[in-house]
C-alpha cells in the first residue's frame, strides 16, 4: 500500500499540473519544481532512510515516515501559496525516503526463504508500477472533478489505514537496533550531487554559447563527488557501504533501476504533453483512456507475474519487461506516422504501462537485494530507490536536452526525445542479458569444478 501510493502520488501529479498553474498563476518552468523537490529530497535522502532502518528499527522508521507523508499531504492540499506546497511536496518526499527502504526491509526479513522472499517482493514492486499507471489514469478526473487539491487528500485516509495496520500487525523491532547515525552531510551531498549531475546535462545544449559555465559545473561536481567518496571510505558509520557494489546482482538491479526510472518518467512527461497537446484531448479524456491499462496492469501483476517467475526466473522475466517498455516506445513512434494515431498510443500504454512497469519493476528490486546481508537490507533498498529517482531526474534532463537540440534545428522534437528513451531501453535489456549470461557462465564453471 505504501510503495503503491509514493508511485501513485508522483503521476498523478502530471494531470493536475494545468490545473495548478491556473491557480498559482504559475508557467511550467516554475510549476515543474513541485514534481523536481519531491524527487530531489526522495532520492537525497532515501540512503539515509535505508540506513536508520536497519540501526533505528524498521518499524518505527517505517511508521515515522508513513505518519509525515500523511501530514505533509494533509499541509499540501491546504497550501495557501505556491511556497507553502512546494516545502509540503519535499517534506512528502522526505516521508517516502524513510517509508519505503524500510517497508522492503521489513519484506525481506519476514520472508526468509528465497521463492517466498521473490514473490512478496514481486507483489511490492508491482504496486509500483500499478501506482504509476494509476495515478495517470485518475489523475485528470480528480483534478478535474474534484481539484487538484485531492491528488494529496486522497493520501490521508489510505495510508493512515496503512499507518494503522503496520501498528498492529508488523513485528517489534528487535532490541539492539537503537544505533545512533551521525552522516547527514553525506545525505545532503548526495542530494547536491544530484542536482548538479541533472544541471550538467540540462547545460550541454548551451555550451557552445558559453562552455566556462559549464567547465565550473563539472569542476564543482567532480570536487563533490571525491569528497563524499573519500568521507564515506573513512566515516565510522558510513551512509553507503561501497562493498555492496562488489555483488553483481546489486550492480545490475540498481543500473535496471535507474534505467527504467529514465524511461518511464521520460515517457511519462512525453506521453501528458502528447495527448494534451497534439491530439487535444483534455486531462480528464485522457485519464480515462488510460483508466482501463491501470486496472489490467494490476491483473498482470497477480495473476501473469508469478507464473513468469516460476517459469524464467526473475533475470529472464526482467528482459521480457523491458522488452515491452521497448515495444511501447517503438508504437509511441510509429503514432507519428500513420492516420490513426490514438491506435498506436494505445498499444504504446498496453506495452509500457500495463506490461513493462508491472513487470520489469519487480525484477530490478529483487535483483537489487536479494543476495544482500539481512543487516543491510535497508541499506540496499534505499540504493535502490536512489538509483531509479535518479534516472528519472537524469532521463528527462536528457530527453530535454534533446527535444531542445531538435527544436533549435528545425527537426522534430517528439521523435528526437522518444529516440533517446529507444537507446535507453535497449541498454537496459542488454544490461539484463550480460548478468544473464555471466550467471550461467559462472554456474557452468562452479558444475565443471565439482
Not at 508469478?306 to 528482459?319: E, S, Y
Request: proline share 3%.
Amino acid at each position: 500500500m505504501a510503495i503503491f501510493f509514493e508511485a501513485l502520488d508522483v503521476s498523478v501529479l502530471n494531470m493536475a499540473i494545468p490545473q495548478m498553474e491556473l491557480h498559482f498563476h504559475f508557467g511550467p518552468a516554475a510549476i515543474q519544481w513541485v514534481q523536481t523537490v519531491y524527487v530531489l529530497l526522495y532520492a537525497g535522502l532515501v540512503l539515509l532512510g535505508g540506513r536508520l532502518a536497519d540501526t533505528r528499527g524498521r518499524k518505527k522508521i517505517f511508521i515515522t515516515g508513513a505518519f509525515l507523508f500523511v501530514l505533509a499531504s494533509l499541509a499540501a492540499g491546504f497550501s495557501p501559496s505556491f511556497t507553502w506546497l512546494l516545502v509540503c511536496r519535499g517534506l512528502q518526499g522526505a516521508g517516502v525516503a524513510l517509508a519505503i527502504p524500510a517497508a522492503m526491509a521489513i519484506i525481506t526479513n519476514t520472508f526468509t526463504e528465497a521463492p517466498a522472499r521473490n514473490h512478496a517482493l514481486g507483489i511490492f514492486g508491482a504496486m509500483a508500477g500499478i501506482g504509476f499507471a494509476t495515478g495517470l489514469a485518475i489523475g485528470g478526473l480528480i483534478s478535474n472533478y474534484l481539484g487538484w487539491q485531492w491528488v494529496f487528500f486522497i493520501n490521508v485516509p489510505v495510508i493512515g489505514a496503512a499507518i494503522l495496520l503496520a501498528l498492529k500487525f508488523i513485528p517489534a523491532d528487535e532490541k539492539g537496533t537503537t544505533k545512533r547515525v551521525n552522516n547527514l552531510l553525506s545525505a545532503v551531498l548526495i542530494t547536491v550531487l544530484m542536482i548538479l549531475a541533472a544541471w550538467l546535462i540540462h547545460d550541454l545544449g548551451n555550451i557552445g554559447k558559453d562552455y566556462t559555465s559549464f567547465l565550473l559545473l563539472l569542476f564543482v561536481f567532480l570536487v563533490t563527488g571525491v569528497f563524499f567518496i573519500r568521507r564515506e571510505r573513512v566515516h565510522t558509520a558510513p551512509l553507503v557501504d561501497f562493498r555492496l557494489f562488489r555483488l553483481d546482482g546489486v550492480i545490475t538491479g540498481n543500473m535496471g533501476a535507474m534505467l527504467l526510472g529514465s524511461v518511464f518518467l521520460s515517457y511519462i512527461f512525453l506521453l501528458t504533453l502528447y495527448l494534451q497537446q497534439v491530439l487535444h484531448f483534455s486531462s480528464s479524456q485522457a485519464g480515462l483512456i488510460l483508466f482501463p491499462f491501470s486496472i489490467l496492469s494490476g491483473i498482470i501483476s497477480k495473476f501473469v507475474l508469478p507464473h513468469l517467475f516460476a517459469r524464467f526466473g526473475v533475470i529472464k522475466t526482467g528482459i521480457i519487461g523491458n522488452s515491452c517498455m521497448l515495444c511501447g516506445i517503438l508504437f509511441f513512434i510509429l503514432s507519428y506516422f500513420t492516420n490513426s494515431p490514438l491506435l498506436f498510443i494505445l498499444c504504446a500504454v498496453l506495452s509500457i504501462n500495463s506490461l513493462g512497469m508491472s513487470i520489469t519493476f519487480p525484477c530490478v528490486t529483487i535483483l537489487a537485494v536479494h543476495a544482500v546481508p539481512e543487516q543491510q537490507q535497508g541499506l540496499a533498498s534505499g540504493v535502490n530507490g536512489t538509483a531509479n529517482a535518479l534516472g528519472g531526474g537524469l532521463g528527462l534532463s536528457l530527453v530535454g536536452l534533446v527535444m531542445q537540440v531538435a527544436t533549435v534545428k528545425g527537426g522534430r522534437p517528439y521523435s528526437a526525445g522518444l529516440a533517446m528513451l529507444v537507446v535507453l531501453a535497449l541498454l537496459a535489456i542488454l544490461q539484463l542479458c550480460r548478468y544473464y549470461w555471466r550467471s550461467k557462465s559462472f554456474n557452468r564453471a562452479v558444475i565443471a569444478s565439482s
